[in-house]
């Protein structure tokens, strides 16, 4: 198994250049012996509220890029769109894989989540066409 991880040189060197950041602004480091333990334990309570913030804007951005990964797929299958076919190959490994063993899926797509994703989206969306083209 290899030792390297590209998500943990990530976070080592977004570590250090936040500390880059700190010293430049405030002219202080995190060894700084001038805050009461009190005093860090309000700042880290600040930076958590900060982070729960950006936590939720991230998953509404997240449950937006699914809607968009279901509409690729369903076009792809309804239509055969060439490019929703590459937008979900290309994307689809941010999303949850389903082995290759247990997917039954149509040419082009990579695992079953896609395809069941796919259809209900598809099905939506000939359910809207009807109800704003009734025969």
Same mark, same amino acid.
């Given at each position: 198994m290899s030792t390297e991880c590209q998500t943990e040189n990530v976070v080592v060197e977004l570590i250090r250049s936040r500390g880059v950041v700190g010293r430049k602004k405030y002219d202080q480091s995190m060894d700084r012996k001038d805050l009461r333990p009190e005093q860090w334990a309000r700042h880290l309570q600040e930076e958590l509220a900060d982070a729960l913030q950006y936590a939720e804007r991230l998953r509404g951005a997240c449950e937006l890029l699914s809607e968009a990964r279901d509409i690729?797929?369903? %076009?792809?299958?309804? *239509? #055969?769109? $060439? /490019?929703? +076919? &590459?937008?979900?190959?290309? @994307?689809?490994?941010? @999303?949850?894989?389903? !082995? !290759? &063993? $247990? =997917?039954?899926? !149509? $040419? #082009? @797509?990579?695992? &079953? =989540? /896609? *395809? +069941? %994703? #796919? +259809? *209900?989206a598809l099905e939506q969306m000939r359910a809207?066409?009807? +109800? =704003?083209c009734p025969e």
């Open positions: 690729m797929t369903a %076009l792809a299958a309804d *239509r #055969g769109w $060439e /490019v929703a +076919r &590459e937008w979900v190959k290309k @994307f689809d490994s941010q @999303f949850v894989q389903v !082995p !290759p &063993e $247990e =997917a039954d899926l !149509p $040419e #082009g @797509f990579d695992n &079953e =989540a /896609v *395809r +069941r %994703l #796919g +259809r *209900r809207d066409k009807l +109800r =704003a």
